[in-house]
């Protein structure tokens, strides 16, 4: 291991008040890292060469154990409450002083990394991780400097990750053992308790969505997006189960980047240099550029071997359902890289309606776009989870509530200001049913999706006739290139259209409801854009 001793001795943590008899590794490419990770028992090879590893008691992450230190920067700008939720800074100085010095007999991996691909808005982040493979997931996920970048290397923003250090809920003022705390005055994002990898890139989104519209007026997305052979780009939000991936993932487009982007004066750009996606069921007929990209270098977490082999078996739900894998951009083939391209012609809001109320396609204005941006509609449908017996509206504040410091409005107003300067095109998409809701109906064609996708980009929506939905008053296009007319008009697919009319009207209500907690924020444009019968 000499040469892996060498490395370390180049650097300190000693800004970070660490001091470690162990042995520190800085920057370990993937095999060194793999090879870490295997000889410390961390996980397993597979047949296709990715790292296997378990994420322990936690499968995802917990969002009641998430906490932003409260002080003069954040306390009048932080959208408080259950999704952001304070934390004390005597606490957090307690908490760090422990945490370091529970480190001070580890063998530690550091990584040098940035979060964002444009350089006037990235973090330049130092992780510290007691784990191998954590530091490899690390490495998948964030950016990779150039080895000259690396020799002055200044850090913005640390991250401390030690899953075997638990707090005292008692003295510490956590709510439990586990906990993962920003604070955004320190730059600092410590997590122990945990070993779920997750936490580390969506904390770092969290900061990302708090400094890029609050100090440079620049909006933070959770969607996808990609670009084609002339320049044009587009954006998908969604919520899981809504076909994000699935539509994004375009063999004639180039992807940017699957789950995290900033949107500024000229540019659309990834946070990430990686992507995370769900393996639950994956096949390489469903999702080819996943199946692909789980190579050597790529970790998969919590999934099981098939009996007798190192074979991956991706339908076993031992574990959990939240299987992923981690691995860089550039295992997908037609990865954009740099992961930067020019500001957005089409927007997507992608919907899995299972009340077969919303059209498979339809054109939103600003307000329209602003309001459906705040409410982040989606449903789910019985089977999806534990207690829901029928189809569930849910709402996510911009795609993405739970990683959101600033009131959604924030965000919304900024879209706005964007879609309207840039003349952006936005969408709604129903990927969900038609022909009536779950159980009566029938899931939207996938063929006629990508058909509907592919016209709005190809400008082939520009010049036909539309018609206003009577609730959602959207604009449904009254044909589209292989598409059949009948399929674009929910209403015509039900066969009971007074049953359509009433489910119109409760599903509007569903949303007007929901709105009810922005209300006293939102501006009377945002308010123009709501359900109206």
């Known amino acids: 291991m000499l040469e892996l001793e060498v490395k370390s001795a180049n650097k300190s943590l000693s800004d970070l008040g660490i001091s470690t008899s162990g042995t520190t590794f800085w920057n370990l490419s993937p095999a060194e890292l793999v090879e870490q990770a295997i000889k410390n028992n961390e996980g397993q090879l597979t047949d296709s060469g990715a790292l296997m ?22 306390s009048e700008s932080i959208w408080w409450g259950d999704i952001n939720i304070p934390f004390e800074e005597d606490k957090f100085d307690h908490l760090y002083s422990k945490m370091t010095a529970f480190l001070k007999d580890k063998n530690l991996y550091v990584r040098e990394a940035f979060a964002g691909a444009d350089e006037q808005y990235r973090l330049n982040l130092k992780i510290v991780n007691t784990l191998a493979w954590h530091n490899l997931f690390c490495y998948n996920m964030f950016l990779r400097p150039k080895k000259e970048e690396l020799e002055d290397f200044k850090t913005n923003f640390t991250i401390i990750c030690a899953p075997e250090f638990e707090a005292d809920p008692i ?6 053992q586990n906990f993962a705390i920003l604070h955004l005055s320190k730059r600092i994002l410590l997590i122990g308790g945990t070993a779920y990898a997750g936490e580390m890139k969506k904390g770092i989104f969290s900061v990302l969505n ?72 994956l096949s390489r007929e469903k999702e080819p550029e996943i199946w692909d990209a789980i190579k050597f270098g790529a970790i998969v977490e919590n999934t099981r071997f098939e009996a007798n082999s190192r074979k ?17 951009l ?28 919303i059209p498979p396609i339809s054109k939103l204005n600003k307000s329209q776009a602003m309001y459906h941006f705040i409410s982040g509609y989606t449903a789910k449908v019985a089977g999806t989870e534990v207690g829901v017996t029928e189809p569930k509206t849910t709402f996510s504040a911009c795609f993405g509530a739970a990683f959101l410091p600033l009131h959604p409005t924030k ?65 449904i296009p009254e044909t589209c290139p292989n598409v059949p007319d009948e399929v674009l008009s929910p209403r015509t697919t039900w066969e009971d259209k007074n049953a359509y009319d009433k489910k119109a009207r409760e599903l509007g209500a569903e949303f007007v409801k929901n709105f009810e907690k922005y209300k006293d924020f939102a501006t009377a444009d945002i308010l123009e854009g709501s359900p109206k019968w």
Not at 262 to 277: I, L, M, Q
Not at 346 to 353: E, G, K, P, R, S
Not at 422 to 450: D, F, H, S
Request: hydrophobic share 35%; proline share 3%.
């Open 53 to 74: 590893a378990d994420t322990g008691t936690f499968t995802g992450r917990s969002p009641k154990d998430r906490y932003i230190v409260k002080d003069a920067y954040t």
């Open 171 to 176: 003295s510490d003022g956590t709510r439990q």
């Open 210 to 281: 708090y400094l890029l519209p609050h100090d440079y007026g620049v909006l933070s997305m959770h969607c996808s997006a990609n670009v084609g052979k002339k320049g044009d780009t587009a954006v998908f939000f969604g919520l899981s189960g809504t076909g994000k991936t699935t539509l994004s993932a375009d063999p004639n487009r180039a992807l940017i980047g699957d789950d995290e982007h900033g949107w500024n004066d000229d540019s659309v750009f990834n946070f990430e240099g990686g992507c995370y996606a769900k393996v639950i069921d």
């Open 312 to 328: 991956i078996d991706y339908s076993n739900k031992e574990v959990t359902e939240n299987t992923r894998t981690s691995y860089p």
């Open 330 to 357: 550039h295992h997908i083939k037609n990865a954009l890289i740099p992961s930067k391209a020019a500001i957005p012609k089409h927007i997507f809001f992608l919907t899995a309606d299972a009340f077969g109320v």
């Open 411 to 475: 965000y919304a107003s900024l879209f706005g200001e964007k879609m309207e300067k840039n003349q952006v095109n936005v969408w709604l998409v129903n990927t969900g049913w038609t022909g009536g809701p779950y159980g009566i109906g029938n899931r939207m064609k996938l063929k006629y999706t990508r058909a509907m996708i592919s016209a709005a980009l190809e400008g082939r929506l520009d010049h036909v006739n539309y018609r206003t939905h009577s609730v959602f008053g959207v604009k």
